[in-house]
Nanobody, 126 residues
Framework: QVQLVESGGGLVQAGASLRLSCVAS????????MGWFRHLPGKEREFVAA????????YYTDSVKGRFTISRDNAKNTVYLQMNSLKSEDSGIYYC???????????????????WGSGTLVAVSA
């Protein structure tokens, strides 16, 4: 059973930074694509960022480009989301995801994603 455990969420003021982490309990972590999604109040779950297996390519939704950075440390089975210049509209629950490839992470409602974490709350005050 693969488990994804997120951490790093919290309450911050607008303009601040947070780094989310997600540890995956899977032995061949490096070959899998990893992603971050978020569930904002009153909206459907949405794609935020993804990183391909072996970390060769990264992808972002337009609203976070230039502010968020996804990265991975395969030795630690961990994917990160560095979030800078946070805005109140970034507030929500952030989920880590794992899949064979990045492809299913781009197609809502993301039914092709293999595993999901339980989420971590990010709250940004204006």
């Amino acid at each position: 059973q693969v488990q994804l455990v997120e951490s790093g969420g919290g309450l911050v003021q607008a303009g601040a930074s947070l780094r989310l982490s997600c540890v995956a309990s899977i032995p061949t972590f490096a070959r899998y694509a990893m992603g971050w999604f978020r569930h904002l109040p009153g909206k459907e779950r949405e794609f935020v960022a993804a990183i391909a297996g072996m970390g060769s390519a990264t992808y972002y939704t337009d609203s976070v480009k230039g502010r968020f950075t996804i990265s991975r440390d395969n030795a630690k089975n961990t994917v990160y989301l560095q979030m800078n210049s946070l805005k109140s509209e970034d507030s929500g629950i952030y989920y880590c995801a794992l899949s064979e490839t990045t492809a299913p992470m781009f197609v809502a409602p993301y039914g092709g994603v293999d595993y999901w974490g339980s989420g971590t709350l990010v709250a940004v005050s204006a």
